[in-house]
């Protein structure tokens, strides 16, 4: 549909009130979690560039397994100091977690993120033994929706993944300004598409959406689970009523909420 507006379609922020003011939150909050005397090491290099460096947050115990949190920022924007506080929820469940930057767009194209991602978990899980499980939201939904297809060289050592308001067809982000930095082309759109794809024979996948985020988000987490269920894949689809793009995460911070069970439980 050449007059449909794909920018206000992944427009999240125009449409959440008060929107300005999260970012200086996120920092604040996971500023102060990283203070609050929870075990933490950070910046842990997993490659050679700048940003190739994870935190690793750390139980009070020996660890159940490792889980890892990839951000999102639509593959442009923020890091790992920014979420530090959504460990929790895995952290006080007894899971170590892993926290992975990543180079940012237009300097890295999404295929080499899904490569330095993939490369991240390799070295965290070296670090620590146990199962493996993997969420990442928006952006970095796509990309642990990514370590679970057929191609990930890392897919069968991954327990389960959660995608929270994931980007399973990147598609239509090439009629979006944000293109301009992306650099999506019709090859590589398809070859990163999770939707496009096939799953590992071993996946199992949670795609999570909120209620109230913008409807193409919601089609994209349906739209994946149709594709990937289609293939056999054990995969569902969870519509968080009330929850829109960005709150939609809080109940990482709690252990016991629905999402870090999903995550962790």
């Known amino acids: 549909m050449t007059d449909f507006d794909w920018d206000d379609a992944f427009a999240n922020s125009a449409y959440i009130p008060g929107s300005e003011t999260f970012p200086d939150r996120w920092t604040s909050e996971a500023a102060a979690y990283r203070d609050s005397g929870i075990q933490i090491e950070q910046d842990i290099a997993y490659g050679a560039a700048p940003r190739e460096v994870f935190d690793l947050i750390l139980p009070d115990g020996a660890p159940q397994g490792l889980a890892v949190f990839v951000h999102g920022g639509y593959w442009m924007q923020t890091d790992k100091s920014m979420w530090t506080a959504y460990a929790e929820g895995a952290r006080a469940r007894g899971w170590a977690v892993c926290l992975p930057s990543y180079t940012l767009a237009p300097e890295a194209r999404i295929t080499d993120i899904t490569e330095q991602i993939t490369a991240a978990i390799t070295h965290a899980a070296s670090l620590v033994s146990g199962p493996i499980r993997i969420a990442g939201h928006s952006a970095g939904g796509h990309l642990v929706?990514?370590?679970?297809?057929?191609?990930?060289?890392?897919?069968?050592?991954?327990?389960?993944?959660?995608?929270?308001?994931?980007?399973?067809?990147?598609?239509?982000?090439?009629?979006?300004?944000?293109?301009?930095?992306?650099?999506?082309?019709?090859?590589?759109?398809?070859?990163?598409?999770?939707?496009?794809?096939?799953?590992?024979?071993?996946?199992?996948?949670?795609?999570?959406?909120?209620?109230?985020?913008?409807?193409?988000?919601?089609?994209?987490?349906?739209?994946?689970?149709?594709?990937?269920?289609?293939?056999?894949?054990?995969?569902?689809?969870?519509?968080?009523?009330?929850?829109?793009?960005?709150?939609?995460?809080?109940?990482?911070?709690?252990?016991?909420?629905?999402?870090?069970?999903?995550?962790?439980?």
Not at 204 to 221: H, K, L, S, Y
Not at 223 to 250: K, M, P, Y
């Open 145 to 265: 929706a990514r370590m679970v297809s057929a191609d990930s060289p890392i897919a069968d050592r991954i327990d389960h993944a959660l995608s929270i308001s994931g980007v399973h067809d990147l598609r239509p982000l090439m009629q979006t300004k944000m293109n301009a930095t992306l650099r999506l082309d019709e090859t590589e759109a398809d070859r990163e598409s999770p939707a496009l794809l096939t799953p590992h024979p071993a996946a199992r996948i949670t795609a999570w959406v909120g209620g109230n985020e913008r409807p193409e988000f919601i089609r994209q987490a349906q739209l994946f689970g149709r594709a990937w269920s289609a293939q056999g894949a054990q995969i569902t689809c969870q519509i968080n009523e009330g929850r829109d793009h960005f709150s939609v995460i809080e109940g990482l911070k709690d252990p016991d909420s629905r999402i870090t069970h999903a995550f962790v439980g």
